[in-house]
Each structure stands twice: as C-alpha cells, then as structure tokens.
C-alpha cells in the first residue's frame, strides 16, 4: 500500500512538469499564461511574420491538433524561424485545455 501511495504521489508531481525552458504561472479553476520556447535572446529578432498552430483537450480524454513549430511556420507563411512562444489554456482543472505555438520570421 505504501508503495502504490508513493507511486502516485511521484506520478501527480512528474504531471506538472513541461518542457518548455520556463513556466509562468498556472491556475486549477483557470488559467491563460503565454511564455518563451526558447531562452536565447541575444540577438533576437522577432522577424515580420507571425504564425500560429494549436491543439485542444477535452475531459483530459480527449485531445487533438498539431502545435508543432512546422505547422506553426506554415500558418505564418515563414521561411526562416526566429523566434517561438507559447500560450496554455486551462479551464477547471483540465475539463477544457488549449495550447498554441507561436511561430515568428520572415
């Protein structure tokens, strides 16, 4: 029983982790946050183009869409990426969640 207690207090801790470099805050009833992809600003030029790709879950059962950078790039029409962001949705804990890449270049 100890070991099922520690396996899900370990597994609840690792789901709040991201990938992304840094994490704004997040709300459980609601959250809108946008945040940097990347880290690296010396130099950084954001470019004349923006592009954005998506994707969406529902009941944390189901989830569809491509957030990916590609995609986002094509939306935008860009050629040369520059720079990337992102934005997270959430809305009562996980009943409806959003996230979206931006994508910005020439």
Same mark, same amino acid.
């Given at each position: 029983m100890k070991k099922l207690l520690a396996t899900t !207090? !370990?597994?609840?801790?690792l789901a709040g982790c991201t990938t992304a470099p #840094?994490?704004?805050?997040? =709300?459980?009833l609601y959250n809108d946050t946008k945040a940097p992809l990347q880290l690296d600003y010396e130099n950084t030029d954001l470019g004349h183009k923006v592009g954005s790709a998506s994707s969406h879950s529902f009941l944390g059962l189901f989830a569809f869409g491509d957030n990916s950078?590609?995609? =986002?790039?094509?939306? %935008?029409g860009i050629k040369t990426i520059k720079h990337t962001d992102y934005e997270f949705v959430n !809305?009562? #804990? %996980?009943? #409806?969640?959003?996230t979206t890449v931006y994508v910005y270049g020439d």
């Open positions: !207090v !370990v597994a609840l801790l #840094f994490q704004p805050s997040t =709300g459980a950078i590609q995609a =986002g790039a094509k939306d %935008g !809305v009562f #804990f %996980g009943l #409806f969640t959003k």
